[in-house]
């Protein structure tokens, strides 16, 4: 895979999980990375730490992608240090796991407000401010595919996102940017136990063909392609990350 020496990259959400495993893969790469948290420092510090120590430039920035206010600073901020955005990761997320009955007005909003319109206005930034040639990679998730009760305000926000992003292709085409989702299927994160017992674990690990969970690295492994330019001609798509979930 080529590198991405002298591309400067936004990963959202960046301080733990998925996205932690992203920002190092894009550094290790090449790319020098902004290590977006919302609220933990010294976490974020941390994957700096490490981007650091594989010889590539990082820094940390705070904002809550829920906020326009917010990601609009994350930009400004990042063009004022870097000079530039190429590639941008939305996966930022906040996930609930509650039968509708139960679902909350609060927590409605707070869940449309990070996983859509965090996605949503984080692609406009983009769109305003990126390079041509640049890459944008959203996430959803596989369970949109599936019916799994307690997850319908989590997939309707996953859905919401697959459709942005198709929407987006022609909009962002005419700068050569391209616009992908990628769609993990059940890996082993600290959010992805949130609120799970180990039967419930063991049982979505074995709905993979591969009769296990995913791991971060292999998540991380396809956004490093799509952030490629070998993936130059891949926009519009959405990746299923999963093992062979069905």
Not at 6 to 14: D, L, Q
Not at 35 to 64: C, F, M, R, W
Not at 145 to 152: E, V
Not at 202 to 221: F, P, S, T
Request: proline letters at 2%; glycine letters at 8%.
């Amino acid at each position: 895979m080529a590198g991405l020496e002298g591309k400067v990259a936004i990963v959202t959400g960046a301080s733990r999980g998925i996205s932690r495993a992203i920002a190092l893969k894009l550094a290790s790469n090449g790319a020098s990375v902004v290590v977006n948290y919302a609220s933990n420092a010294d976490k974020a510090q941390a994957v700096v730490a490490e981007i650091t120590k594989l010889g590539s430039q990082a820094i940390s920035l705070p904002a809550d992608v829920s906020q326009v206010a917010d990601i609009q600073g994350l930009f400004e901020q990042t063009i004022a240090h870097f000079g530039k955005v190429d590639i941008l990761v939305n996966n930022a997320a906040v996930i609930l796991y509650k039968p509708i009955i139960e679902v909350t007005e609060a927590e409605f909003d707070k869940i449309i407000a990070t996983n859509i319109k965090g996605t949503y206005f984080a692609c406009q930034q983009a769109a305003l401010h990126m390079a041509n040639g640049g890459r944008i990679i959203n996430f959803s998730s596989t369970t949109t595919a599936l019916m799994l009760p307690t997850y319908s305000a989590y997939v309707a926000t996953k859905g919401a996102v697959e459709q942005i992003t198709r929407a987006l292709t022609k909009e962002l085409g005419a700068k050569e940017i391209t616009i992908n989702t990628v769609s993990p299927g059940p890996t082993d994160t600290e959010l992805f136990r949130q609120g799970k017992t180990e039967a419930q674990i063991n049982h979505l690990a074995q709905m993979a063909a591969l009769g296990r969970l995913g791991e971060v690295q292999e998540i991380a492994d396809v956004v490093a392609f799509l952030a490629s330019d070998e993936a130059r001609w891949i926009t519009g798509q959405n990746i299923r990350v999963n093992g062979g979930v069905a």
